[in-house]
């Protein structure tokens, strides 16, 4: 009979839960009871999709609430450490309130607690609540409990790891593009949510303010390694936006990777001057590629001399040394270089846009500038115009090629048309950036027949209203059939 009642008095040990009635039983973390836990995670603050992919975060932030009800009943933290880190060959001192605010200390934390006390973890919450609470009240000696961390991350410095600790008692540690990244791993490898963005001063958002021609390889990598997606897709952004007129003009060319560039490449959102702009960046990265040792951009004239060097039986990329390079070509609207070339592979060009097949030309915009293109025989200027400091149109005219004023920059290498209208498709669209964030403007795609006289001539105007400066103005347009 004593037995019975004993197995019926563990059997209903329960507790309640938030400020209802309801019970759980405390045995487990979760044993099927979703309101249970959802009010459980109401009280300790916790997100309920993450506390059932992770029931460990839910009894860490449970004692992490422990620790804060001691300290604030008692009055008083001491100053004292009581946990001792040992991690990258050296012993960081720290307190246990900070602690609770890495996943990876936590952990850490309370294993050698348990192990130390030689407690079950269904006790270990009275022994915390008991040990706190007197340390602080008495003043007692305390007695320090040592974790350590192993660390491979060849990012994980002395100093960003420092930074990273020094994250779990201050709001905001400034840092530095030399230490970002390492700081970055260190908080992946503490689980210290908090200091991988939000606010100015963590690491991705310190990342997102300095992204430049040297630091896009590697934050961008760091993204990918951390799962970081709004590092990778500012970083896409960002290179889509400068690959051709600011990163194809310097030696970090050099450095970008290949994924990175292929999915740039696509990104319908590319900027670029000319199709044959592009082209050339591409090929400049390709020579980079081939030629490790040279330290500055060659010249156009270096960069034909040397593939024309390979053999002429067949074109460069069908030969060993540029096969791999192929989907990247084939990233390119090489019909809009020439009038009557294409992509010989592709077969004639799909008359729709976002298939890549579309022509494309742009303006990058600080003030007010024109410019004067020619595609199949017809000839257009595209114009930005500046109407005050935040006030922007861009639009586009064709225009005869007898108006010209240096014909020959422009119908050298064209056709000429003598069609008095013509039918086209276009868009256009603008960007810039803006406290870190790119704004995008565009009008729909419209279809309108372009003649010589006023009003047919002249396309519709994109208006802006905007404080960011450059402005990246891109036009693409395809001719259907008429």
């Given at each position: 009979?004593?037995?019975?009642?004993?197995?019926?008095?563990?059997?209903?040990e329960?507790?309640?839960?938030?400020?209802?009635?309801?019970?759980?039983?405390?045995?487990?973390?979760?044993?099927?009871?979703?309101?249970?836990?959802?009010?459980?995670?109401?009280?300790?603050?916790?997100?309920?999709?993450?506390?059932?992919?992770n029931p460990d975060k839910l009894c860490i932030s449970k004692f992490q609430k422990l620790f804060t009800e001691s300290i604030m009943d008692s009055g008083t933290q001491s100053g004292e450490a009581d946990v001792i880190l040992d991690c990258l060959g050296f012993?960081?001192?720290?307190?246990?309130?900070?602690?609770?605010?890495?996943?990876?200390?936590?952990?850490?934390?309370?294993?050698?607690?348990?192990?130390?006390?030689?407690?079950?973890?269904?006790?270990?919450?009275?022994?915390?609540k008991v040990h706190s609470t007197e340390r602080m009240k008495k003043r007692s000696p305390v007695k320090k409990i040592i974790i350590s961390l192993r660390i491979n991350d060849p990012a994980v410095t002395r100093v960003a790891f420092a930074l990273a600790l020094k994250n779990l008692y201050m709001n905001e540690?400034?840092?530095?593009?030399?230490?970002?990244?390492?700081?970055?791993?260190?908080?992946?490898?503490?689980?210290?949510?908090?200091?991988?963005?939000?606010?100015?001063?963590?690491?991705?958002?310190?990342?997102?303010?300095?992204?430049?021609?040297?630091?896009?390889?590697?934050?961008?990598?760091?993204?990918?390694?951390?799962?970081?997606?709004?590092?990778?897709?500012?970083?896409?952004?960002?290179?889509?936006?400068?690959?051709?007129?600011?990163?194809?003009?310097?030696?970090?060319l050099r450095h970008i990777p290949e994924p990175l560039l292929y999915k740039v490449l696509k990104s319908p959102r590319l900027f670029t001057f000319s199709e044959f702009h592009l082209l050339k960046t591409l090929l400049m990265w390709v020579?980079?590629?081939?030629?490790?040792?040279?330290?500055?951009?060659?010249?156009?004239?270096?960069?034909?001399?040397?593939?024309?060097?390979?053999?002429?039986?067949?074109?460069?990329?069908?030969?060993?040394?540029?096969h791999s390079w192929m989907p990247l070509f084939l990233c390119l609207r090489l019909h809009g270089i020439t009038s009557a070339g294409?992509?010989?592979?592709?077969?004639?060009?799909?008359?729709?846009?976002?298939?890549?097949?579309?022509?494309r030309a742009a303006l990058q915009e600080y003030t007010t500038y024109s410019e004067t293109i020619s595609i199949y025989g017809y000839f257009f200027e595209i114009k930005g115009i500046k109407h005050d400091t935040t006030s922007y149109s861009f639009s586009m005219q064709r225009?005869?090629?007898?108006?010209?004023?240096?014909?020959?920059?422009?119908?050298?290498h064209s056709t000429i048309s003598l069609r008095s209208e013509r039918l086209v498709k276009y868009e256009i669209r603008a960007q810039t950036l803006v406290d870190g964030r790119w704004q995008e403007?565009?009008?729909?795609?419209?279809?309108?027949?372009?003649?010589?006289?006023?009003?047919?001539?002249?396309?519709?105007?994109?208006?802006?209203?905007?404080?960011?400066?450059?402005?990246?103005?891109?036009?693409a347009f395809i001719f259907p059939a008429s």
């Open positions: 009979m004593k037995m019975l009642n004993s197995q019926r008095k563990i059997r209903m329960r507790r309640i839960v938030g400020a209802t009635n309801r019970w759980r039983f405390p045995q487990d973390h979760f044993c099927g009871d979703l309101l249970a836990l959802s009010q459980m995670c109401n009280v300790l603050n916790v997100d309920l999709d993450d506390a059932l992919k012993k960081w001192e720290l307190h246990h309130p900070q602690i609770f605010q890495s996943e990876t200390l936590a952990k850490l934390y309370l294993t050698a607690l348990i192990q130390n006390t030689k407690s079950s973890q269904r006790d270990l919450e009275k022994i915390l540690v400034e840092m530095t593009v030399d230490n970002v990244l390492g700081v970055l791993a260190s908080a992946h490898i503490l689980q210290f949510n908090r200091l991988f963005r939000n606010s100015p001063h963590r690491c991705v958002s310190t990342m997102l303010n300095r992204l430049t021609p040297c630091t896009i390889k590697n934050f961008y990598l760091a993204g990918c390694k951390y799962k970081e997606e709004q590092l990778t897709n500012a970083c896409e952004k960002w290179l889509a936006m400068n690959l051709v007129p600011l990163v194809g003009t310097q030696i970090h020579y980079l590629q081939m030629n490790g040792k040279v330290q500055t951009l060659p010249i156009h004239e270096t960069m034909l001399a040397f593939f024309s060097s390979f053999p002429k039986k067949s074109c460069f990329l069908e030969q060993d040394p540029g294409e992509w010989r592979q592709h077969g004639p060009p799909e008359r729709s846009f976002y298939t890549g097949h579309e022509v225009i005869r090629h007898t108006d010209l004023e240096c014909p020959s920059s422009v119908c050298e403007f565009g009008t729909n795609q419209i279809m309108q027949k372009f003649g010589f006289i006023k009003p047919g001539c002249k396309s519709h105007a994109l208006k802006i209203q905007t404080v960011g400066i450059p402005i990246y103005a891109s036009f």
